[in-house]
T-cell receptor, first 111, second 116 residues
Framework: SQQGEEDPQALSIQEGENATMNCSYK?????LQWYRQNSGRGLVHLIL?????REKHSGRLRVTLDTSKKSSSLLITASRAADTASYFC???????????FGTGTRLQVFP | ETGVTQSPTHLIKTRGQQVTLRCSSQ?????VSWYQQALGQGPQFIFQ???????GRGNFPPRFSGLQFPNYSSELNVNALELDDSALYLC???????????????FGAGSRLTVL
């Protein structure tokens, strides 16, 4: 079963616009991570935010975490056509090594 | 430093057959996790191996089994294949998550299995 869900399921924007995708999860967590997947290939780790952090930045990526609402958001600023991919949030529940992925957001960036 | 490599990249089987998928972990990583990703879905956790032993399992039947070898490479075996087993199988390696450490995964490109 999936730990969480991403919203929206699909998102289409123009280059230069910002893309925001949200993730909700069900149980208490240690960390939340975001991964990217191009065309059914392997996933690539983007950023990790710990449960005691509220916001984190990495280049054009900004992640927020609200543990009271069990939700996170990923913002990609000034998007590029190369950002076209599926984006997944993943959580590791407290005291487990298991990383559980959400359902994903498919982002399409048009040049 | 080499990444995670998986083989084969694509394969076609028929119902009832058995399949073995292989994974070489990233250098220095001693933990391997396997995921099944159906079309349009997120990856589903199958199981994880650490020090050659299963270290956690998702909601998959016993016909999904695995091995980890002393060099940390791993195999996923699926017996009595069913049509619903058609999916992308992803292997990921990591350092062990102990305490509140983060379990950041390095993924291979996957093995796409089609069951006819």
């Amino acid at each position: 079963s999936q730990q969480g869900e991403e919203d929206p399921q699909a998102l289409s924007i123009q280059e230069g616009e910002n893309a925001t995708m949200n993730c909700s999860y069900k149980t208490s967590i240690n960390n939340l991570q975001w991964y990217r997947q191009n065309s059914g290939r392997g996933l690539v780790h983007l950023i990790l935010i710990r449960s005691n952090e509220r916001e984190k930045h990495s280049g054009r990526l900004r992640v927020t975490l609200d543990t009271s609402k069990k939700s996170s958001s990923l913002l990609i600023t000034a998007s590029r056509a190369a950002d076209t991919a599926s984006y997944f949030c993943a959580t590791d529940a407290y005291n487990t090594d298991k990383l559980i992925f959400g359902t994903g957001t498919r982002l399409q960036v048009f040049p | 430093e080499t990444g995670v490599t998986q083989s084969p990249t694509h394969l076609i089987k028929t119902r009832g057959q058995q399949v073995t998928l292989r994974c070489s972990s990233q250098s220095g990583h001693n933990t391997v996790s396997w995921y099944q990703q159906a079309l349009g879905q997120g990856p589903q956790f199958i199981f994880q191996y650490y020090r050659e032993e299963e270290n956690g399992r998702g909601n998959f039947p016993p016909r999904f089994s695995g091995l980890q070898f002393p060099n940390y490479s791993s195999e996923l075996n699926v017996n009595a294949l069913e049509l619903d087993d058609s999916a992308l199988y992803l292997c990921a390696s990591s350092l062990p998550n102990r305490g509140s450490g983060a379990n950041v995964l390095t993924f291979g490109a996957g093995s796409r299995l089609t069951v006819l």
